[in-house]
C-alpha cells in the first residue's frame, strides 16, 4: 500500500523493521544498517568535519568530498555552454531529467520534470498557474486551496496567491487530515476513480510527505482517497462548494532527503523538492515534478522570460508560450552547471551508499537514519533526573515503530530537574561549546510548533508583542517555550554522534550517568570524549598560572600612584583587548578613556581571506596573541608563545587605506566596518602563529563611526569593535560567588584566571555579590558612566583566556544560577567627568559610587 518501496517479505539483511533494534546480532558503533567498512569509507567523506557533530541534516545535508572532486573534474573536461545555444548541454540536461525521474521510479511518459531554484519557487510556481475556476464562460465556480496546518512556512504564503485568485482559503489540522483519510478509505472499501469534469471547479490541496519539525511522515499512498474527495465534508464545514475536481501539491524537500518516493506506486500531482536537502550541493536548485495528466489545469502562468516562448512581439502585446511545460516553465537561463552536477551527485551517491535494504541506496539511508533517531528517541524517553523527574520532553507524532510513519527527526525540549524548562537558546549555547550542531525555535512550521508546545493564536500574537519574533533568542515566556530542539541524521552519521549528544546532555542539564544502549563498540572510531580528563587540565593550570603571573602581574603595586580611599568598593584592574577576540593588556595605573571607550580596545581585528572577522569562537588560540602597547614608542607588540613579537605603529598613517572594502564582523552586527591594513608582515606573523592562512590585520578607520544599536531615549555612544558597549565592567565579588557554585572537579580555575575569562574592561571589588545588577548609573573615580545593562554570554567564556583550550563551565554553571538567562557583567557607556575634572581618564584603584534607581540623584 505504502508508497516507499517496503514490501510485506521485508529482505533488510539483519532486522526487520518489526524486530526491535536490541534483538538484532550485528550491531556496530557505526550503524546498523551500513557495514564498517562502507561506514568507514563514507565518513572519510566529511573529514572536515573533524570532532563537530553534525545533527541538522533537514536544515541541508552535507556533500561528501568526493563530490566536489567528481564535479570539478567533469566541469574541467567539457564544454558546457548555454543550453540555449547549445544542443550538447541541452541533451545532458535532459539527460539528467530522466536520472531524476529514474530515481523516483518513473519516466517522462509520466511526469515532467521543472528544475526551479528549490522548493519554495516551485510551490510559488504552482500557484501562479493553477486554474481555480471552471471552464465555463460565465460566473465560473472557483475551487478551494487547502493547506495542512502542519505545513512549512513556504506553503503557508502560498494563501496569499489563492486567494488573490478568489479560491477559498481552508486550513486542516494535522488530526483531521489524517481522520479524513483514514475514514474514507476504511468507509469506501471500493470507492471509483472520480473522473475529472473540466465544467467544476478546481481543488488544491497541499501537504508535506513528511514533517520538517518532527519527522512524522504523513500517509503518500492516499492520492485517490484524496481525488475522490475525502476532504469534501471538510470543505462543506466551511460552508464552500464540493463539486470539485481535486488536485495534490506534495511537499516532498523534508521526505526525500533520507526516504526514496515511488512514483509507480503513488502519483501526487505535483511534487516539491530542493536539491541541496538531498545532496548538500548544490545549492539553488530545485525541481518540481509534473504529472502529466495534471498539467492542463497549471494554465494561468502568467510571466514569461528567455526561452519560454515561441513567439513574442516587442512592440505588441502578443506572445505565445511554449508548448513543452519544462520549456514554458523554466524561465531564464537554468542553473545549467548546477544542473550538471547532479548528475555526480546520484553517481557519488550509488558508489558510496551500499544497497543493503531492498537492494535500494535510499532504501538503506532511510533505515540507517532511523535507527539512529530511535536510538535517540529511546535515550531521551528513559532519560531522567536523579530526583526521578523526566528530563525530556519530546514532540513526537510517532514511536519509532513503524519506518512508514516517521522520518530520522527527534524534536524534543529539556526539562531541569524542578519540571522547569531549559530554554532552546540556551541549549544552543551549550551545543555550540560542545561542537554539536542542531537546530533550535520552530523551523518555520509554526502550525507544528503551536500544536506541540500547545500555545493558542493568542498567546502567540501576546509573545509577539512581548518581543519574540522568529528566530531571536527569546527561548521561553512566563516559563514557557516558544520552540524545541531538532536532532536530524543523515547518511553518514553514526551511534557516535548520538553518544556525543548525549554526553553534552548530561554534562551540561542532568545530572546523570548515561547509559548507552548496548551496542558493539569498534574502540578505533571512539570520537567521544573532546573534553578533556583531569590529569591534563592540572598541569595545564599549572602551566597557566606561571603564565599568568609572569606576564601580567608584574609589579602593577610599584608602578602606582594610588592614594588608598575610604571606600568600600575600588576598581581592581582595568584591561582593553587592542585586537577583537585576542589577548588583554592589563592597565597598570591609568588610561585615557576617547570617545569610543578606552583609548586602543578593540581598534584591530583580524579578518579571514573571505573579509569576515575571526573571533575566539572559531579560534580560541587568538587569546594567546598579548598585545602590549607602548605609548611612549607609539607601538603596539604582539606576543604569542614560541615567537619573537612583532611591533605594528599605533598611527594609522603607517597603514594603506584599505579601499571601499567593509569587513563583517558577527553575524549579529551586521554593520560594515572601514578600516587600514597593517600590512603583510604582521599578517604572515598572525597566520602563523593561528596556523591559518591568508589573515589580516585591519585596523579601524578613526572615520567608522559605529553606533551603539539604540535602546534608551538618550544619546547614542560611538563604538569600537567591541560589540555591544563601550565598556564591560566585572564585579569580583560576583565572581568569587560563581566560583563557589561550580562543582565540577574538572573545573580548576582559581579567581583570577576565572575573572579573566569575562574579558572585563573595568574589573571592580566589592563585598557583595551580584549588586551591580541593580545598578543605574556609576561614577568611577571622577568619571561618570551610564548603565547599559547585562551582559549575554556565549561560549566564549569557556575558553581559557591562557591556553585557548575549551572547558564546558563557567557557561552551565552561569545558566543554572541564572535560570537559562546567560548574563554575567554589565554594559557602561562613558558620560564624562565629574566634579571639575578636565581629563577623562581612569585610574585603577579608584572609588566606585553606585547608582541605583531609587537613590537616582540628578545632576
Ligand atoms: C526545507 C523545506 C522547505 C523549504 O525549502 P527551500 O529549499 O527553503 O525552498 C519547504 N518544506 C519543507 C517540508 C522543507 O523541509
Known amino acids: 500500500m505504502f508508497a516507499v518501496r517496503i514490501k510485506t517479505d521485508i529482505s533488510i539483511q539483519h532486522y526487520t523493521s518489526t524486530r526491535s533494534y536490541e534483538e538484532s546480532h550485528e550491531m556496530s558503533a557505526l550503524s546498523q544498517v551500513i557495514d564498517d567498512e562502507h561506514m568507514v569509507k563514507i565518513t572519510s567523506n566529511f573529514k ?114 489563492a486567494s488573490d485568485k478568489n479560491a477559498d482559503v481552508i486550513n486542516i489540522t494535522h488530526d483531521d487530515f489524517l481522520t479524513a483519510v483514514n475514514s474514507y478509505q476504511k468507509k469506501t472499501m471500493s470507492w471509483k476513480h472520480k473522473m475529472k469534469n473540466s465544467n467544476e471547479a478546481n481543488s488544491l490541496f497541499v501537504y508535506p510527505a513528511q514533517s520538517n519539525f518532527n519527522g512524522y511522515k504523513y500517509p503518500i499512498d492516499c ?79 502568467k510571466y514569461f522570460g528567455g526561452g519560454t516562448v515561441d513567439i513574442v512581439l516587442s512592440s505588441e502585446n502578443y506572445h505565445v508560450k511554449r508548448k513543452n511545460l519544462s520549456e514554458r516553465f523554466e524561465d531564464g537561463t537554468s542553473s545549467f552547471l548546477s544542473i550538471i552536477a547532479l548528475k555526480q551527485c546520484f553517481d557519488t551517491m550509488h558508489r558510496l551508499i551500499p544497497r543493503t535494504v531492498h537492494d535500494n541506496v535510499m532504501d538503506t539511508i532511510s533505515y540507517h537514519t532511523f535507527y539512529l533517531a530511535k536510538d535517540l528517541y529511546y535515550q531521551l524517553q528513559e532519560l531522567h533526573h536523579t530526583n526521578g523527574n523526566k528530563a525530556a520532553i519530546l514532540y513526537m507524532d510517532s514511536d519509532f515503530s513503524d519506518i512508514k510513519k516517521q522520518g530520522a527527526i527527534v524534536t524534543f525540549n529539556l526539562l531541569r530537574e524542578d519540571g522547569s524548562y531549559v530554554g532552546y537558546s540556551e541549549f544552543q549555547h551549550m551545543a555550540d561549546l560542545f561542537n554539536v550542531n542542531v537546530r533550535t525555535g520552530c523551523f518555520c512550521n509554526s502550525g507544528s510548533c503551536q500544536r506541540h508546545l500547545m500555545s493558542t493564536n493568542k498567546e502567540m500574537k501576546e509573545m509577539y508583542k512581548a518581543g519574540h519574533v522568529c528566530g531571536d533568542e527569546l527561548d521561553l515566556v512566563d516559563g514557557r517555550p516558544t520552540g524545541a530542539i531538532r536532532v536530524s541524521f543523515g547518511y553518514f552519521n553514526t551511534f557516535n554522534d548520538i553518544d556525543k549528544l548525549m554526553t553534552m546532555i548530561c554534562r551540561c542539564f542532568v545530572k546523570a550517568q548515561i547509559r548507552r544502549p548496548k551496542r558493539i563498540r569498534n574502540n578505533h572510531h571512539s570520537l567521544l570524549d573532546s573534553i578533556k580528563p583531569n590529569k591534563i587540565f592540572n598541569t595545564i593550570t599549572n602551566l597557566r598560572k606561571m603564565l599568568h603571573n609572569q606576564d601580567f602581574i608584574n609589579n602593577i603595586e610599584e608602578d602606582l600612584d594610588y592614594s588608598p580611599l575610604d571606600s568600600k568598593i575600588i576598581v581592581k584592574e582595568a584591561a582593553i583587548f587592542p585586537i577583537k577576540s585576542c589577548g588583554a593588556f592589563k592597565i597598570r595605573s591609568s588610561w585615557k578613556i576617547g570617545s569610543k571607550g578606552f583609548e586602543y580596545d578593540r581598534e584591530w581585528m583580524i579578518i579571514k581571506d573571505n573579509g569576515v572577522c575571526l573571533t575566539q569562537k572559531q579560534n580560541p588560540k587568538m587569546c594567546m596573541i598579548r598585545p602590549k602597547i607602548d605609548l611612549k614608542q607609539r607601538i603596539m607588540t604582539l606576543h604569542f608563545k614560541g615567537k619573537s613579537p612583532i611591533a605594528v605603529s599605533l598611527d594609522t598613517m603607517a597603514y594603506t587605506k584599505v579601499k571601499e572594502s567593509s569587513f563583517c564582523h558577527t553575524k549579529v552586527c551586521t554593520d560594515t566596518i572601514h578600516g587600514y591594513d597593517c600590512g603583510d608582515e604582521v599578517a604572515d606573523w598572525i ?173
Request: with cysteine; hydrophobic share 35%; proline share 3%.
Open 48 to 161: 572536515r568535519l573533524g570532532e563537530r557533530c553534525y545533527l541538522e541534516n533537514a536544515g541541508t545535508t552535507l556533500y561528501p568530498q568526493s563530490l566536489l572532486v567528481n564535479v570539478n573534474e567533469d566541469l574541467m573536461n567539457n564544454v558546457y555552454m548555454n543550453p540555449h545555444s547549445d544542443k550538447y548541454t541541452k541533451d545532458c540536461i535532459d539527460q539528467i531529467r530522466c536520472l531524476i525521474l529514474k530515481h523516483f521510479n518513473t519516466d517522462p511518459s509520466n511526469y515532467t520534470v521543472v528544475f526551479t531554484s528549490g522548493t519554495t519557487q516551485s510551490l510559488k510556481l504552482i500557484l501562479e498557474s493553477f486554474q481555480f475556476a471552471s471552464n465555463e464562460n460565465d460566473d465560473p465556480d472557483t475551487g478551494s486551496f487547502v493547506y495542512l496546518s502542519d505545513n512549512h512556512t513556504s506553503v503557508l504564503g502560498l494563501r496569499e496567491l
Open 223 to 301: 492520492m485517490d482517497t484524496i481525488k475522490s474527495g475525502c476532504l469534501n465534508s471538510h470543505l462543506k464545514k466551511n460552508l464552500c462548494q464540493i463539486n470539485n475536481n481535486w488536485y495534490v501539491l506534495l511537499d516532498a524537500a523534508s521526505f526525500v532527503s533520507t526516504s526514496g518516493l515511488d512514483l509507480a506506486k503513488t502519483q501526487p500531482d505535483y511534487i516539491c523538492m530542493s536539491f541541496y536537502k538531498m545532496f548538500g550541493y548544490p545549492t539553488g536548485l530545485g525541481a518540481l515534478l509534473v504529472k502529466n495528466s495534471s498539467e492542463d489545469v497549471l494554465s494561468q502562468k
Open 687 to 859: 597566520s602563523e602563529a593561528l596556523e591559518v592562512s591568508f589573515l589580516r590585520l585591519i585596523r579601524q578607520s578613526s572615520s567608522d563611526n559605529r553606533l551603539q544599536k539604540k535602546k534608551h531615549d538618550g544619546d547614542q555612544k560611538l563604538l569600537a569593535l567591541s560589540n555591544q558597549a563601550q565598556f564591560l565592567l566585572i564585579n569580583k565579588a560576583t565572581v568569587r560567588w560563581l566560583k563557589d557554585k561550580i562543582l565540577d572537579p574538572q573545573f580548576v580555575d582559581d579567581i583570577d584566571l576565572l575573572t579573566d575569562r569575562f574579558r572585563g574592561n573595568i574589573i571592580i571589588d566589592m563585598e557583595d555579590e551580584l549588586a551591580e545588577r541593580d545598578w543605574h548609573k556609576v561614577i568611577i573615580g571622577n568619571q561618570e558612566f551610564r548603565v547599559e545593562g547585562e551582559c549575554p554570554r556565549c561560549q566564549m567564556v569557556c575558553i581559557d583566556q591562557q591556553t585557548g583550550e575549551k572547558t564546558v563551565e563557567p557557561l552551565r554553571t552561569i545558566s543554572e544560577q541564572f535560570g537559562g538567562k546567560l548574563r554575567f557583567g554589565i554594559y557602561l557607556s562613558y558620560l564624562g567627568p565629574v566634579d571639575g575634572t578636565k581629563d577623562s581618564v581612569l585610574k585603577i584603584y579608584s572609588a566606585v559610587k553606585p547608582i541605583t534607581n531609587d537613590d537616582n540623584i540628578s545632576r
